[in-house]
């Protein structure tokens, strides 16, 4: 069975604090992807990446970086967190044609 | 560019009676369609994928969606509601690159 998963499911952080979103998929998957989500606005693609140490900005990567340094695993890092960027952060992995994503279960951050 | 259009964002149904979720895409290059579903606090879960073979789909949990070129469509259909259906629904559409462009989503309500 394919999995993403996420390293925490519940995650509350301070205004100005540095927060760290881990991804890990077991699926030797090129791709990865993180996401919010936030209610009326569907998903929006922050980072992705297709290789380790590539990454591409998406819609909306204002506030945020990633890091991939393994296959394996894609992180995404908030340098100084905001009320703002409270939201559901969802990461998912594909590979190669037809690039369905498979998703990890999320993190529900929210920023004090 | 890619776009994917649900109209609405709520849908509510009997117990027993038609599900028909809309799905409509813009593509500049022959589309892969999908269909993810998403229960309370969880990741996005594939229900279907078209990718160019057969024009109806078949996909879990009894779901099934056509692919109509000529109205741009992909609507999503279950002939007959459960209670466990109740969630949101994505329709996505892949573009070009590996990235996958999501509509707003549908919240699928079902009364018994």
């Known amino acids: 069975d394919v999995k993403v998963t996420q390293s925490s499911r519940y995650l509350v952080k301070r205004t100005g604090e540095k927060v760290f979103l881990e991804c890990v998929q077991d699926m030797d998957h090129e791709n990865m992807f993180w996401y919010r989500q936030d209610p009326g606005l569907g998903l929006r693609l922050i980072y992705f990446s297709y290789d380790v140490k590539m990454k591409e900005k998406g819609d909306i990567p204002e506030g945020y970086s990633v890091s991939r340094e393994k296959k394996e695993r894609f992180s995404l890092i908030l340098e100084s967190a905001s009320t703002n960027q409270t939201s559901m952060y969802l990461c998912?992995?594909?590979?190669?044609?037809?690039?369905?994503?498979?998703f990890g279960p999320g993190t529900r951050l929210t920023v004090l | 560019a890619q776009s994917v259009t649900q109209l609405g964002s709520h849908v509510s149904v009997s117990e027993g009676a038609l599900v028909l979720l809309r799905c409509n895409y813009s593509s500049s290059v022959p589309p892969y369609l999908f269909w993810y579903v998403q229960y309370p606090n969880q990741g996005l879960q594939l229900l279907l994928k078209y990718t160019s073979a057969a024009t109806l789909v078949k996909g879990i949990n009894g779901f099934e969606a056509e692919f109509k070129k000529s109205e741009t469509s992909f609507h999503l259909t279950k002939p007959s509601a459960h209670m466990s259906d109740a969630a949101e629904y994505f329709c996505a559409v892949r573009g070009a690159n590996s990235k996958l462009t999501f509509g707003k989503g549908i919240t699928l309500s079902v009364r018994p």
């Open positions: 998912a992995s594909s590979h190669p044609p037809p690039n369905e994503q498979f």
